[in-house]
């Protein structure tokens, strides 16, 4: 039982270019998020999904896109990268909505995104 | 808007003893979950505890346990015979209609 897998664990791009993080659980559940973690400012949530193919912003949304066609799988993409995205991004997911519904999330292992 | 408070950066702790995290939080909402989570130097971020806003006992997990001040808005964390294993980044999260994380805690435990 692997878990929330994350796709890289580190990558480096140049300023404009464009890139996609894969997240993949499989725990079977329906909720899932992306947060980034800043020095300083703990996580912050970016977009997260109730289902498959559904999607919802979070508190730091712009810059940003996110699809989920397939219940296992939640990908963020940056279409132009910008220096203030370099971060951490985690991937998370639960049997139920955070928050909402108060459920716990399982985390994936982060990956280190360096944009120059 | 709700908001978590996590006001120690840094805390270390020697080997054995006992260390408190604090955290504090503010809401309109009545009922929600708090949690602690901890982030090793890996950067998996591990769930260590969760508590109900609605119960008042105080939840534990083995050599972890909080102190949960619902008038307060108080959710402090304890961690008693502390080990090496320990040291890592601790989180303190909100989960009402929305869920919110603290800026963190580093904690050192020192042999």
């Known amino acids: 039982n692997a878990g929330v897998t994350q796709t890289p664990k580190f990558r480096v791009l140049k300023t404009g270019q464009s890139m996609t993080l894969l997240c993949a659980q499989d725990?079977?559940?329906?909720?899932m998020y992306w947060y980034r973690q800043d020095p300083g400012m703990g996580l912050r949530l970016i977009h997260y999904?109730?289902?498959?193919?559904?999607?919802a912003k979070g508190e730091v949304p712009d810059g940003y896109n996110v699809s989920r066609l397939k219940k296992q799988n939640f990908l963020l993409g940056l279409e132009s990268a910008a220096p203030s995205q370099t971060s951490v991004y985690f991937c998370?997911?639960?049997?139920?909505?955070?928050?909402?519904?108060?459920?716990?999330?399982?985390f994936g292992p982060g990956t280190r995104l360096l944009v120059l | 808007a709700q908001t978590v408070t996590q006001s120690q950066p840094e805390m270390s702790v020697q080997e054995a003893e006992t260390v408190t995290l604090s955290c504090t939080y503010d809401?309109?909402?009545?009922?929600?979950?708090l949690f602690w989570y901890k982030q090793p130097p890996s950067r998996q971020m591990i769930l260590v505890i969760r508590?109900?806003?609605?119960?008042?006992q105080n939840a534990t997990e083995n050599r972890f346990s909080v102190n949960f001040q619902k008038a307060a808005k108080s959710f402090s964390l304890k961690i008693s015979d502390s080990q090496l294993g320990d040291a890592a980044m601790y989180f303190c999260?909100?989960?009402?209609?929305?869920?919110?994380f603290g800026t963190g805690t580093s904690l050192t435990v020192i042999p």
């Open positions: 999260a909100y989960g009402g209609n929305q869920f919110y």
């Open positions: 725990m079977n559940h329906e909720y």
């Open positions: 809401t309109s909402e009545s009922d929600y979950y």
């Open positions: 999904s109730v289902g498959e193919g559904t999607t």
């Open positions: 508590q109900e806003a609605y119960k008042q």
């Open positions: 998370a997911s639960s049997s139920g909505l955070a928050g909402v519904k108060r459920e716990t999330q399982y």
